[in-house]
């Protein structure tokens, strides 16, 4: 059973481009969130979707971060005109339930750099 | 809200030897859950040891255990017998268990712990 997957692991976007993470869960998995670490930080909350649906976004930017989680394929989270303070590792997990009795799985992140 | 705090930004420990880091919390909830991940160089986050807020007793996986005091809101790591593998970051996480926290992890700034040979 293959873990977590993310892409790409590293990206390199000059401001104001776009950016897209994918994350395709664990098999069987159909929650996911995400989660953002800033340069000397842990890791922060950002959004948490099951299949087809965002159920809390409220760790999440209000403007240019956006999330999905589409009926077939990974999770992704868009970040639009990027700038310098959205460097940072952002990383995935999946669980196969919602609440604290399943374990998160983590992917081994993506660390964007914005030039 | 929940903050947990580690105060350590940095340990350093012989190999073989034992060494523990810290962790406090503020919650109000009564009802919780606490994890410790390891993160090595790699950046993989990996789950070492979990604590349930309504069982006295402390956790223990292998060389890991935990001292968990919940009216003081303590959690720490007790590592036994440090290997070099065990070098990364470790962060201290809360979970609460109901309403609609789901599975919203809340992490430390982390510690830097560093096996020497």
């Known amino acids: 059973n293959a873990g977590v997957m993310q892409n790409p692991r590293h990206l390199v976007r000059r401001r104001g481009q776009e950016a897209r993470l994918r994350c395709s869960p664990m098999?069987?998995?159909?929650?996911v969130y995400w989660y953002r670490q800033l340069p000397e930080e842990g890791l922060k909350f950002m959004v948490y979707l099951q299949k087809e649906n965002i159920i809390d976004e409220s760790g999440m930017p209000k403007e240019r971060f956006s999330a999905e989680f589409p009926k077939e394929g990974p999770s992704i989270l868009r970040i639009q005109q990027v700038v310098r303070g959205d460097s940072a590792a952002y990383f995935c997990?999946?669980?196969?339930?919602?609440?604290?009795?399943?374990?998160?799985?983590f992917g081994p992140g993506t660390r964007l750099t914005v030039t | 809200a929940q903050t947990v705090t580690q105060s350590q930004p940095e340990m350093s420990v012989q190999e073989a030897e034992t060494v523990t880091l810290s962790c406090t919390y503020d919650?109000?909830?009564?009802?919780?859950?606490l994890f410790w991940y390891k993160q090595p160089p790699s950046r993989q986050m990996i789950l070492v040891i979990r604590q349930e807020a309504y069982k006295q007793q402390n956790a223990t996986e292998n060389r890991f255990s935990v001292n968990f005091q919940k009216a003081a809101k303590s959690f720490s790591l007790k590592i036994s017998d440090s290997q070099l593998g065990d070098t990364a970051m470790y962060f201290c996480?809360?979970?609460?268990?109901?309403?609609?926290?789901?599975?919203?992890?809340?992490f430390g700034q982390g510690t830097i712990l560093t096996v020497h040979p």
């Open positions: 997990a999946s669980s196969p339930g919602a609440g604290p009795h399943y374990e998160q799985y």
């Open positions: 098999k069987g998995h159909s929650h």
């Open positions: 919650t109000s909830e009564n009802n919780y859950y």
């Open positions: 996480a809360f979970l609460r268990a109901g309403g609609t926290s789901y599975g919203k992890l809340t």
